[in-house]
């Protein structure tokens, strides 16, 4: 059974950083693509940010202050954010896609993770 498990969120001050990290429990994880959703009290989910054979991507609201990363060794994936605002207060989720092809949407990934809680105080 596939087990993403989240880390590294926590309660910091508007312009803050913080990394988080997902370790995957999967066989082959270097051909799965890899994203990172979040979901604020009140919202929908969004989506943050993927890794996948082709590249990253990121939502225009990262604005150049998030970076994905991933380590293939480690079965993991990164997500160190810079500069944080308050409106990136939310719950922050892992996804795994099927393949090594990525999405920007819910429905392009299979597995998830609980999520690890990230509040900014303005």
């Known amino acids: 059974q596939v087990q993403l498990q989240e880390s590294g969120g926590g309660t910091v001050q508007a312009g803050d950083s913080l990394r988080l990290s997902c370790v995957v429990s999967?066989?082959?994880?270097?051909?799965?693509?890899m994203a990172w959703f979040r979901q604020a009290p009140g919202k929908e989910r969004e989506f943050v940010a993927s890794?996948?054979?082709?590249?990253?991507k990121y939502a225009d609201f990262v604005k150049g202050r998030f970076t994905i990363s991933r380590d293939n060794g480690e079965n993991r994936v990164y997500l160190q954010m810079n500069n944080l605002e308050s409106d990136d207060t939310a719950v922050y989720s892992c996804?795994?896609?099927?393949?090594?092809?990525?999405?920007?949407?819910?429905?392009?990934?299979?597995?998830w993770g609980r999520g690890t809680q990230v509040t900014v105080s303005s």
């Open positions: 999967v066989r082959a994880f270097r051909n799965k693509a």
């Open positions: 996804a795994m896609a099927r393949n090594h092809i990525g999405g920007q949407t819910a429905n392009d990934y299979e597995s």
């Open positions: 890794v996948d054979w082709f590249g990253k």
